[in-house]
């Protein structure tokens, strides 16, 4: 019998996958995820990590498993210093092809939750407090070093990811994107609370020149389920698959491995009659473009 979920698996590029060493719980260590991959015949996966880079990470990893395509990156969160163009330069000569805008240290996430963390997930160690991480100045307008960020990025063509700001932040990363020529930009989680929007929305951002990213973990992770696939399924026909593609951002403990849980969503689209084309898009084409593997 021909298994469409496992095929749309092969080759596939899982643009957010959490793994060991991290400082929330992650029992999947980097090892550990090779060889998943290595059995479900994913193509290659980013590492992201909330508060550090993962571009050694990923280097060491493709000495041991060279058939494998990991990609390393970073998250411009506190620990790392921010939005700070230097850091960005260095990550991207390093390696790093794709760079995520604050995550859970952003004023948007600290506002949102209450929490520079996820209520969802617990550390192992308190952290010191700090101000939300913005792209914006009193003003309301980018900062200096946002706009350094972004134009480095788009010099090394590599693949900027909004994180966790603000709908009104990520309006404004999209326009400088477009000044200054950044193909690579992807809307992370559109379909995640604090960064979800609806088809009205999404359709702007695309039209703006944005990839946007659906990620299973809302659907196949019980410390983040927010919907069913018969929810999402909508969503992904209306775009075709076009400027869409799917992400695990698995890695909690209690949820499947990365590729068993895109497998596990890939599979109840179909059941809801998403277009099989439309997926391959999502789980192949588009981020083997974004992340320069095409």
């Not at 280097?59 to 939005?83: C, F, H, T, W, Y």
Request: with cysteine.
């Amino acid at each position: 019998m021909r298994r469409r979920d496992l095929e749309l698996v092969r080759g596939a590029v899982d643009m957010h996958a959490h793994s060991a060493p991290s400082l929330f719980p992650r029992p999947v260590t980097d090892q550990d995820l090779g060889r998943f991959a290595l059995d479900y015949g994913l193509r290659g996966f980013v590492l992201k990590d909330h508060d550090s880079a993962t571009f050694h990470r990923a280097a060491s990893l493709k000495r041991s498993m060279p058939e494998l395509d990991p990609i390393g990156a970073i998250v411009l969160n506190r620990s790392v210093g921010g939005i700070d163009p230097y850091v960005v330069e260095a990550a991207l000569q390093y390696g790093a092809r794709v760079v995520w805008m604050p995550t859970n240290h952003s004023k948007h996430h600290d506002d949102y939750y209450g929490t520079p963390d996820y209520p969802q997930l617990g550390r192992r160690q308190s952290q010191l407090p700090g101000p939300g991480v913005t792209v914006l100045d009193g003003d309301g307008r980018l900062t200096g070093e946002a706009k350094a960020a972004i134009r480095l990025v788009a010099d090394a063509d590599a693949c900027l990811c909004t994180g966790h700001l603000s709908l009104e932040e990520t309006r404004l990363v999209i326009a400088e994107a477009n000044r200054v020529g950044l193909e690579k930009l992807l809307v992370t989680h559109v379909n995640l609370s604090l960064t979800k929007y609806d088809l009205d929305v999404q359709r702007e951002l695309v039209a703006s020149g944005a990839y946007l990213e659906i990620v299973a973990a809302t659907c196949v992770s019980p410390l983040f389920q927010e919907q069913t696939p018969a929810e999402l399924a909508p969503i992904i026909d209306a775009h075709a698959g076009e400027r869409l593609i799917l992400s695990s951002d698995l890695g909690q403990a209690s949820g499947p491995p990365h590729p068993e849980g895109m497998r596990m969503l890939l599979h109840s689209l179909l059941d809801e009659g998403v277009d099989y084309g439309a997926l391959e898009k999502m789980t192949k084409e588009n981020p083997a473009f974004l992340t320069g593997l095409d």
